[in-house]
């Protein structure tokens, strides 16, 4: 095991990609950080190379509470998925016993520099003298690696992956949670949310997003309420077969705009 402790970014909080995986889960950036610390800590635990052998995404959600954060990270390029497991990205940078000395060389450095620390430049290893000349090249290639987007957005890779610029926006983010868990409420007899997908929380999103009176939990409550009204939505129609409408049914464009405009209302006998 590579050491009782781990290496988190005192930023990681504000990164893009925390922002992106709670749009895509619809929880708090304390929840994604807390899932994040499961994440790492356990691989720092029990992986000298960032593989987690047989571990899955619906796994890591459950481990962490949160529906549809094993996929986000892999969207968001932090995870891949394999046959073998899931791997972390970048491992050897943010985990491990390599990592851990490299922290701990660099504040060892600065503390020096500002005067603060007791060591010398006599008190340094012959091995060390370098490390001054080294941490200016990395902090360069960290300044080359952080960009700013059209919309004033400050992006940064130093966690490996892929940047994902996201927009400024007066929106409020669109709460997959709440909205699931009112769907189980109010609908219990239609398909539980086992996997919440990127595809399908981008669909949620999208109908959050088109209309403002639908960024308010109350009209989502009204629509399932609505929705379980309809009988042939949830298995009382008069098939043989009886269908049951689910979130990701009913979020499809084509389908909402038909459950909106009644299409599936229950008529009288003519």
């Known amino acids: 095991m590579a050491g009782d402790w ?8 504000d990164d893009p990609r925390v ?8 929880v708090a950036e304390a929840t994604v950080v807390g899932g994040l610390y499961w994440l790492w800590a356990t691989a720092d635990q029990h992986s000298a190379d960032g593989l987690m052998p047989g571990m899955t995404t619906r796994a890591l959600d459950r481990k962490c509470g949160v529906v549809g954060l094993g996929a986000a990270l892999v969207q968001v390029g932090w995870l891949d998925e394999s046959a ?11 985990n491990g016993a390599s990592a851990k000395s490299r922290a701990q060389t660099a504040r ?7 005067g603060n620390g007791e060591v010398t430049h006599a008190a340094l290893p012959k091995k060390d003298q370098s490390v001054s000349g080294a941490l200016p ?9 952080t960009s700013t987007t ?7 890779s130093e966690a490996g992956g892929t940047v994902v610029a996201l927009p400024k926006s007066g929106k409020p983010g669109c709460p997959h949670q709440e909205i699931i868990a009112l769907y189980h409420e109010l609908l219990p007899q239609c398909p539980g949310i086992r996997d ?12 959050w997003n088109e209309d403002k009176r639908r960024q308010d939990l109350a009209w989502w ?46 008529r009288g006998a003519a």
């Open 6 to 13: 781990i290496k988190m970014r005192c930023n990681l909080w």
């Open 19 to 26: 922002s992106s995986l709670c749009d895509i889960t619809g």
């Open 84 to 94: 073998e497991g899931l791997r972390i990205l970048n491992f050897s940078d943010h």
């Open 108 to 114: 060892r450095v600065a503390n020096h520099k500002s």
């Open 137 to 145: 090249r990395e902090e360069k290639r960290r300044e080359e690696l």
């Open 150 to 156: 059209p919309d004033g957005v400050v992006a940064t």
């Open 196 to 207: 919440w997908t990127p595809a399908r929380a981008n669909q949620l999103r999208a109908r």
């Open 221 to 266: 409550r009204e629509f399932f309420v609505y929705v379980a009204s309809c009988d042939f939505l949830v298995g009382r129609g008069s098939s043989k077969q009886p269908f049951f409408a689910d979130l990701e049914w009913m979020t499809k464009p084509n389908n909402f705009a038909k459950v909106r405009e009644g299409r599936y209302e229950n």
